[in-house]
Structures are given as C-alpha cells and as structure tokens.
C-alpha cells in the first residue's frame, strides 16, 4: 500500500493543507485549524484516521451481515473520541455507536458482526486499540 501527501504551502501560500493520493488514485485533501496555521478548508489528519476507522469497521460489518445472508439496508457509525492532552496526542478512548438498519435483524447477530470486526477483522481498531479504549454500542431500525 502506498499513499503520497503533498504540502499545498510549498505552491503558495495555503497554510497548512495537505492533498494525499492513495495508491489506488484517490485523491484526500486534509488541513489544519487556523490556530495551528491552517486555514480550516479540509478535516485535519487525526479526523481522517478517525473516519478510516469508522470506514473499515463498517465495512466488515455490513459485508459479515451479508455473507449471513441477512436483510441489511443501512450501517452508520457514529464515532465519539478522545485524546491524550499531551503530544503524542493519541486517541485514548473510542466508541464506535452502530446504527444498522434492515428487515429482521436479531440484535445477538449484530452484536456478534460488531465484535468480529473489532476482535477480528478491522485492521485500523486493532492499531488504534494499542492506545485507546475501544466501546461499541448499536442500534436496530426496522424499515
């Protein structure tokens, strides 16, 4: 896997953005509060980590319930986290709150796709658990 980022400060005078083009040819843009000399036009870095982390456990998610050939119509994660005051400011608690939407889902079949993704399958909790306490939480919507 690769990933290259580019200061956008070195082309002018754009503060504190970052553009990163994954290894796949997409392109991220990223930047910085304007406290920090950014200039607020992206999420800062540490949001991004915290988005791909809510990426991929969904992914896992939705693709377990799947392959269990349950009725899943819809996954939201909703994120709550906090970090060290000190630098390294690493993320030292996470709750990963699951909002799963579909036709008779049983929440013990949920719960248990939830806990394979993050005991199991999800490769950004399993780093970021080496800092912070991993919550989850869930919820079932009938459509």
Same mark, same amino acid.
């Given at each position: 896997m690769e990933c290259v980022v580019n200061w956008m400060g070195a082309n002018g005078p754009s503060g504190m953005s970052f553009v990163a083009e994954t290894g796949s040819g997409h392109v991220l843009t990223?930047?910085?509060?304007?406290?920090?000399?950014? @200039?607020?036009? $992206?999420?800062?870095?540490m949001e991004t980590v915290l988005a791909g982390t809510g990426g991929c +456990? $969904?992914?896992?998610?939705v693709l377990i319930l799947q392959r269990g050939r349950h009725?899943?119509?819809?996954?939201?994660?909703?994120?709550?986290?906090d970090r060290a005051s000190t630098d390294p400011k690493v993320f030292t608690?996470?709750?990963f709150h699951f909002v799963v939407t579909g036709r008779a889902l049983?929440?013990?079949v949920?719960? @248990? $796709?939830i806990a394979l993704s993050h005991e199991k399958y999800c490769s950004a909790t399993a780093m970021l658990a080496r800092t912070a $306490?991993? +919550?989850?939480?869930?919820?079932l919507v009938e459509v």
């Open positions: 990223m930047d910085g509060a304007p406290d920090g000399g950014g @200039r607020n036009l $992206a999420p800062r870095p +456990t $969904a992914y896992d998610v009725d899943v119509r819809g996954c939201k994660v909703v994120l709550k986290a608690a996470i709750n049983k929440a013990d949920v719960e @248990r $796709a $306490a991993i +919550t989850t939480s869930f919820e």
